[in-house]
């Protein structure tokens, strides 16, 4: 794969960030077109995004989301436009709530509901990153560096004696610099991050792709502090179940220094093909 230089990354950190950066269109209304890069169906990092970032235009600049609920109702499709209303379905001192809901021709595509809270101070804790983690610099490139990000693959953790994994996926995360300072996009472009799952979903097929039909049902991403998406970042996925035809995958990221920033909840349909 050709390396791509840093004003491509640049210029498709950009793209992206206007993908995701959805145009107002009336009161709490918004429309965005779907790129044509991923095929007949768009990735759902971008849908989550684009969510995220409609709501994110309705509430009042001193509160940051840290949660977001959505529910892949149909398949968007690339080139057609997409509208979306947000919903104000609260706005108090310390947290405001919204609910979106993404429509492309008429069809109900996607719906989240998504929290917005106050800074303010509290007790601190959080799940350390894991001292077995290797560095950006001394993982592997990855086979998903395509995009505007760089990322670096640290494997998944090795099989416990009974088959399972601590981690099904590891990964670091790095867009180049040259996006800006607003928080908005950098948590917007996170959102998009935080579907970023490789195969982490499919323990027993980790290294196979095109086998499948996988399709993401619902995800929840929690945001806890506030990070920068031109640092690197490490994203760290664990399969909790398959059954049903269905995976559960959580995953953490972590800044560079080790503070835990983002949380993801996904469950998606999993169907062999043939």
């Known amino acids: 794969m050709p390396e791509r230089t840093l004003e491509e990354r640049i210029d498709q950190l950009r793209d992206l960030a206007a993908v995701v950066s959805v145009t107002p269109a009336g009161a709490d209304r918004f429309t965005c077109e779907e790129p044509d890069w991923f095929g007949e169906r768009i990735f ?10 409609a709501a994110l235009q309705t509430v009042d600049g001193g509160m940051r989301p840290h949660s977001l609920h959505g529910y892949f109702l149909r398949a968007a499709r690339p080139g057609g436009g997409v509208e979306l209303e947000v919903d104000r379905l609260r706005d108090g001192r310390s947290f405001s709530t919204r609910h979106v809901t993404m429509r492309q021709d ?6 989240a509901a998504s929290s917005f809270h106050a800074d303010e101070q509290g007790d601190e804790y959080q799940l350390a990153m894991g001292a077995d983690v290797p560095s950006p610099d001394d993982a592997e490139p990855s086979e998903w560096d395509e995009g505007p990000f760089e990322s ?49 979903f499919r323990p027993l097929s980790l290294d196979e792709w095109g086998k499948h039909t996988d399709a993401s049902l619902d995800h929840a991403v929690w945001f806890h502090r506030p990070f920068r998406v031109d640092d690197w970042l490490f994203f760290d996925l664990h399969a909790l179940v398959n059954t049903a035809g269905r995976s559960i995958v959580r995953g953490t990221m ?15 349909l999993i169907r062999p093909l043939g």
């Open 254 to 268: 972590y800044t560079r220094e080790g503070k835990l920033c983002l949380s993801i909840a996904q469950e998606l």
């Open 44 to 53: 759902g990092g971008v849908i989550v995004a684009q969510a995220l970032n």
């Open 106 to 111: 008429d069809r109900l595509v996607f719906w």
């Open 152 to 200: 670096r693959e640290a494997g998944p953790t090795p099989p416990e004696p009974d088959g399972t994994r601590r981690s099904t996926r590891r990964v670091w995360f790095r867009g180049p610099s040259g996006i800006g300072d607003d928080p908005a996009i950098h948590v917007s472009l996170a959102a998009f991050l935080s579907d970023m799952t490789g195969t982490s």
